[in-house]
Every structure is written in structure tokens, then in C-alpha cells.
């Protein structure tokens, strides 16, 4: 087993100010661990990184092709979006199929993710909706899904729902977690949440790769969808967004809050987890890039666009750059 250097420092002046402790973990699909750092086995909520698998019940019960939706919606429906007009419109259309609008969502507003999105909604005095919400595409399938069961979709996004139900199973089948040994939350957008080690995590994604690989029909069509349009899957300037891109479909990244991030490496056949100690989303971004480099995902001269992730500047309130947060090693 390898040893990954994941840690972060702050700088300024030449001096370390800050440092970010990450843990982290690469698993191959029958569960064997390739390398890590610290605490593999740490248990944290792995927030929207589930998304890829709470989708799935939708797709195998047949809903999601009893509607007008296609791979936009589905790539949506996987994302955490930066409140872009392009994810806005695509969630309110979601909707309209459904015959359902933005209050149905129980998510809460808030505003864009993207600064384009930011800049956007600022210069139009734009009010900020349930549809900015980076998680408005889950939800709307989230509603479709409760459609399919033939269940009221008021409450949808109780633990007890059918729907809710539907989704702990198929991350517990990805992840190899019974359901009732789950640590449960609840999300930031309102639905539960699931508490796994960091070694539960990279597995569920690595077997994500292995089910593409062999050609299994829901994953196949998952990461078809998330490949054909990563600029849906975050956003403009999103670090997924940006790492899809750069590597043409090969490295499938998917965000979590409080610094963690779980990475499918399509090429490698493993899946990667990370998460920052304090949660630190400056820390969280390098740290994955870093892990990717010494795997041997990426090169060590990365394109422009991801070395702006690597390498970002500390800035004064002037805008000169005054230090930097950039990887231990």
C-alpha cells in the first residue's frame, strides 16, 4: 500500500500561517486499499457525494424514462450546481414536466455557487430561488421518484419517505453498508444524510468505474450523462466541472460539503476520498488535485485551469497576492 501526502499550508511572507490535515483513501473495486493517509477509516457525512446513487432508484424503476427528461436532467440531477441560468431553467423545466414548481422543492434558496451565477443574479437584481440551490436538480428527481412509487410528494425528503428509503438502499448496496449500521443527518438542503468511512466511499466509487467498464446499464448511462455535460454537473468556474473537462471525461470528481470529495478514476479502474480535517474548502480542492498527481492521474505540469486549483493566491483587501494555499508536499 502507498503513502498519499495530502496536507495543505497557508503561507504568508514565507511563513506557514495555516495547515490543513487531510485524510484520505484509494480503493480498488474489490475493496482492496491502493493508498491512503492518515485515518482511511474516519467516519463523516458524505454529503453530495451520494448524489450519483440516489438517483439510481429513479432510473431502474423505470420513472425517470416515463418523462421528457433526457441526459441534461440526469447530469442534473447528479450535480451540485453553481445557480448558473442554464442549471436554473433546466431545474424549473424539471419541474414543469412534473407538473410541479419551485415551492414543491424543499430546499431552501440560496444564492449561486458560480461567481458567474453571482454576477449574474447581482447585475439582473435577480430574486434568488429554490432553484439556485446547487441541489434543485436532485430534488426535482427526488419529486419524480416519488411520483413513481405512487406516494405523496409532500415530505419527500423524510427519512422515512419511500423515497428516502429507496435511496439508503442503493448507497448501502454501493457502498457495502447495511442500511441500519448508516450514521444518519441531515443535509444542508434538507435530506438525509449518510455517515461513512472514507474507505465506504472510494469503494462505492470505485465499483461505480467497474459497473461503467463492464457496460452495466444505470451506471453506463450515469456518467454518459455527467461526461456529455460536465458544465451541468457544477458549473463555469466549479472545480468538477473544470477536472471533467481537462481530463475529457476521465477523472469523474463529485464535491461534498465540509471538505469532502469522492473522484472516480475511469482509467485506473479506483475510486478516491478525501476529506479535510476541519473542513476547509480552500484545503479541499489542492488536496484532491495532489492526490490525483501522485496516482498518476495527472501530470505534475497541470493544465492552466487546474493549476489555479492547486496553487490559489492569499490575498489583501487591496487584491495583491500576499501568500498562497498550496500542498505541503
Not at 454529503?47 to 438517483?55: D, T
Not at 420513472?63 to 424549473?92: K, N
Not at 498562497?324 to 508536499?329: E, Q, T
Request: charged letters at 20%; proline letters at 6%; a negative charge.
Amino acid at each position: 500500500m502507498n503513502a498519499l501526502a495530502l496536507d495543505i499550508a497557508v503561507t504568508r511572507g514565507g511563513v506557514i500561517e495555516s495547515r490543513h490535515l487531510v485524510h484520505g483513501v484509494v480503493v480498488a473495486p474489490d475493496g482492496r486499499v491502493v493508498a491512503s493517509v492518515r485515518d482511511a477509516d474516519i467516519v463523516t457525512m458524505w454529503r453530495s457525494c451520494a448524489k450519483p446513487f440516489q438517483v439510481m432508484p429513479l432510473l431502474e424503476g423505470g420513472g425517470f424514462d416515463g418523462l421528457p427528461w433526457g441526459e441534461r436532467e440526469l447530469a442534473l440531477a447528479c450535480a451540485s450546481h453553481g445557480g448558473e441560468p442554464e442549471h436554473v431553467d433546466l431545474a424549473e423545466a424539471m419541474l414543469e414536466a412534473l407538473g410541479l414548481e419551485e415551492g414543491d422543492l424543499a430546499c431552501g434558496p440560496h444564492e449561486p455557487l458560480s461567481a458567474r451565477g453571482m454576477r449574474i443574479v447581482h447585475e439582473t437584481k435577480e430574486r434568488v430561488t429554490r432553484l439556485h440551490n446547487n441541489c434543485s436538480g436532485k430534488h426535482a428527481a427526488m419529486l419524480a421518484a416519488a411520483r413513481m412509487h405512487g406516494v405523496p410528494t409532500q415530505g419527500y425528503e423524510r427519512p422515512a419517505h419511500a423515497v428516502q428509503q429507496a435511496c439508503a438502499r442503493a448507497v448501502s448496496i454501493w457502498t457495502g453498508v447495511p442500511v441500519d449500521e448508516f450514521v444518519m443527518g441531515t443535509d444542508g438542503c434538507g435530506v438525509p444524510v449518510f455517515g461513512l468511512s472514507l474507505t465506504r466511499m472510494a469503494l462505492s466509487f470505485a465499483r461505480l468505474v467497474d459497473a461503467v467498464r463492464r457496460g452495466h446499464e444505470v451506471p453506463s448511462r450515469i456518467m454518459a450523462a455527467i461526461q456529455a455535460h460536465p458544465m451541468l454537473l457544477g458549473g463555469t468556474d466549479r472545480f468538477d466541472t473544470v477536472l471533467l473537462e481537462e481530463t475529457g471525461g476521465r477523472i469523474f470528481a463529485k464535491v461534498g460539503a465540509e471538505g469532502v470529495h469522492t473522484v472516480a478514476l475511469l482509467d485506473h479502474g479506483l475510486g478516491l476520498a478525501v476529506k479535510v480535517e476541519d473542513g476547509a474548502t480552500r484545503a479541499q480542492y489542492p488536496a484532491v488535485l495532489r492526490a490525483l498527481q501522485q496516482l498518476g492521474a495527472l501530470p505534475a505540469t497541470l493544465p492552466p485551469r487546474l493549476a489555479e486549483f492547486l496553487v490559489r493566491p492569499v490575498r489583501n483587501t487591496r487584491g495583491e497576492a500576499v501568500g498562497d494555499v498550496a500542498p505541503l508536499a
